[in-house]
């Protein structure tokens, strides 16, 4: 009997699966080794294998994003250790660092839209497939989330490093810029800052908040100013400009007039204007237990905020919105603060803030700039609309009517001349456009409502102190009146109210402003 000897040999590691399970010798060659293809059967190579290095380093190829490896970087070194990069998930190709859970934090803020809220779910699909692609949105959106975060759950804690982390690379963003006001870049800044306005707002800090806001003014008017050919403009950068700033005052405002409407919150905030946060939430999230201030639609607004502040492409255009739910709550607010004037029992906070429909305006506020966006979406023609203007025009009169007519805004004190100009040309530039309305029906009062408004608005605030700057407008909407006068022939001033508070108006003023402004619209007719 003859005694088989095995030939010695090395065993190979880059050979075939077919040659490796039958345990015989494999040349490697690819794709077809020599064993395999003499024999015909079926030649498979398996994927390579990672190597010993990579195996052990803390991110594996596809995680460690490319921008973090520096060009001087030898090719064969890779980052370890390093906090900023990390990735939850592999091929993360976000345009911004998202460290300290900054992904955990974008996936729940993107999963608590309810989805049976129409507006809410159509915007959560635009915020999540355009901001992704924005480093700078992105960053507003992880901003807006631990916002979200806080206020719902009632701890700022579990993100803080999160918001902090993002914060400040926001404000490294705005300290490069302002080192060269001149370089481009205004957007960014102006929907930065209007982030960090709601941000340190939300947080209790507005001392902070009104630094910003300052901020926010100043750099409007340099990209969108109040000069001549102002209302003939349509630059689509100035329209956005000016719907940031004017979303953002009438938060800023509202919270402040909140803070005023209570004197718990008064006492929080007493000490350098800022109150600690988990003081001042756990106050809301009482209130909440209560029933008071609709917190969620103060939550559902927040949702919108990405969107809001998002970049467009250059082609975005906006329509006309109708404003019915707008002056719904604006209707509601009047009554809510004649309801305080004239009750004798005292609340905390006061009953404009109980009923809650501040919260429902703010919420409706954003969500009319979404349907301004897409006329598609649109269920009725323009033509239907029973409160047609454009989004812009309208915010601003709700701010002028909060503030002049009602004197729930800055506590009756007049506004900052430059953004009292600014909500007025805005305003007028709306109602240049819809003078078509001045025929009978609805938009007929709508439209001597916006401009009765205007001309109220620059009377209240000549009357505390005189500005010379305002006299264009003064007379511009003193002929807005008159030719509202002249299409409806109306003269008595109780008749004129009447078509005031069809739209929404206070049904007893100690003072007689309306009266006067509109004997001085009077006047200016025969004037003429």
């Known amino acids: 009997m003859s005694t088989r000897t095995r030939r010695p040999h090395t065993r190979s590691k880059t050979g075939c699966l077919t040659c490796r399970k039958r345990r015989v010798r494999c040349d490697g060659e690819k794709p077809v080794c020599a064993r395999c293809a003499g024999a015909k059967r079926t030649c498979e190579f398996g994927d390579p294998g990672l190597p010993l290095r990579d195996r052990k380093a803390i991110f594996l190829p ?22 900023l990069g990390k990735s939850v998930e592999p091929f993360d190709c976000l345009g911004v660092d998202m460290s300290f859970r900054s992904r955990e934090l974008l996936h729940y803020f993107h999963h608590s839209h309810d989805s049976s809220d129409l507006v809410l779910s159509k915007a959560s699909r635009n915020i999540f497939s355009s901001v992704v692609q924005h480093p700078d949105a992105l960053r507003d959106t992880l901003l807006v989330a631990g916002l979200h975060y806080a206020w719902t759950v009632g701890d700022l804690q579990t993100y803080k490093s999160t918001f902090l982390f993002h914060k400040v690379s926001t404000i490294r963003v705005l300290n490069g810029w302002l080192q060269d006001i001149q370089q481009p870049g205004l957007m960014t800044f102006i929907r ?16 902070d908040t009104e630094s910003h806001m300052n901020g926010l003014i100043n750099a409007v008017h340099l990209l969108s100013p109040l000069d001549d050919d102002f209302g003939q403009r349509s630059n689509l950068e100035e329209e ?26 008064k006492n929080m905030f007493r000490q350098n204007n800022t109150a600690t946060f988990s003081t001042f939430v756990s106050l809301i999230h009482f209130w909440k237990t209560q029933n008071i201030g609709h917190l969620e639609m103060r939550l559902n607004a927040m949702k919108l905020l990405p969107f809001f502040f998002a970049a467009l492409p250059s082609t975005a255009k906006f329509h006309d919105i109708d404003a019915s739910p707008l002056v719904d709550c604006l209707r509601h607010i009047t009554t809510s603060t004649q309801t305080v004037k004239e009750d004798r029992y005292k609340c905390d906070p006061s009953w404009e803030w109980i009923e809650g429909s501040e919260s429902r305006l703010l919420c409706a506020t954003i969500g009319s700039h979404f349907s301004s966006m897409f ?45 009292l100009r600014r909500f007025l040309s805005i305003l007028k530039q709306d109602l240049d456009q819809s003078i078509d309305l001045l025929g009978p029906g609805e938009g007929q009062d709508f439209w001597f409502w916006r401009a009765f408004l205007g001309a109220y608005s620059i009377a209240k605030h000549q009357a505390q102190g005189y500005d010379p700057t305002l006299n264009s ?56």
Request: negative net charge.
């Open 192 to 207: 930065h800052v209007s982030i960090l306005c709601f941000i340190e707002a939300s947080y209790g800090n507005m001392g």
């Open 62 to 83: 596809g995680e460690q994003q490319p921008w973090i490896v520096t060009p001087d970087s030898p090719a064969d070194t890779l980052v370890v250790n390093s906090p």
């Open 473 to 528: 407008l003064q007379q511009a909407f003193g002929g807005f009146v008159e030719s509202w006068k002249r299409a409806t022939g109306l003269a008595l001033w109780e008749e004129v109210q009447d078509r005031l508070l069809s739209v929404a108006w206070p049904t007893s003023q100690a003072q007689e402003l309306g009266p006067n402004v509109w004997r001085s619209a009077i006047e200016f007719e025969t004037s003429r």
């Open 375 to 419: 006329k598609d979406d649109m269920s009725a023609s323009l033509s239907s609309y029973r409160y047609r203007t454009s989004w812009s025009g309208m915010c601003a009169a709700s701010s002028l009517y909060l503030h002049s007519v009602l004197d729930l805004w800055n506590g009756g004190s007049p506004m900052e001349p430059r953004l």
């Open 240 to 265: 956005l400009a000016n719907r940031y700033l004017l979303l953002t005052y009438y938060a800023y405002q509202g919270f402040k007039a909140r803070i005023s409407g209570s004197e718990a919150l």
